[in-house]
């Protein structure tokens, strides 16, 4: 009895590991020929939780996409504006007709507890706790501009004047060098695909 007890655990444990829950993160930037306007740039995320099955997966994700409700970015404004986080097909979308260029970095690897620190993130910032700000170093946490609605889900990075391109492979080699990003590509299966962007013409970094 004892014994079948221990096969039985063995085998349990064997199965979750088989067809358990992995999760990952995808970066992403956009930005104009001017980069360097916060009207003209964009940084967000996707953090992805897959759960294989004996013959599929199931696939569930969270993107933090921060920016102004209205559309109009306002750098200059005393007040924070109201915030509104967008989906990463509709993020992308308003890239593409607007003529931005697009960048990716990953997926990397990441664990449970950053995926549920984005899931928190995206129900703050959907709750409307948070205000939009371009300049919020003196408003964090209480508004964020779309680089820090990212990065502080793994911890508290300055982005100074970066935007875009620049400031998203600032946050992702930040995060790489403290280890909160893992081996890059190892999911088990095509994310870019499961998440209906396979077709997008993205500049892949750190391939």
Known sequence: MKRRSLLLLAFLCWTNALFGASYHALFFSYEGANKNLPRKSHTFATFVKVE???ASFDVESVTISWGPSNQ?????????????????????NDALRTGFLLDSWG????SKEIYDRAVIQEGRLKAGKIGYKVLDEKFRPFALNC???VSDIFGHLE?????GSDATKKVVNTFKQTRQLGARNTAPLDLFSALDIENVRFRKHDR
Do not use: D, F, W
């Open 147 to 149: 680089i820090h609605a």
């Open 52 to 54: 294989q099955r004996r």
């Open 159 to 163: 982005t100074g004047t970066l935007r």
């Open 107 to 110: 997926p990397y690897e990441i």
């Open 72 to 92: 109009k970015v306002r750098a200059l404004r005393r007040r924070a504006q109201e915030g509104v986080n967008s989906s990463l097909i509709s993020t992308v």
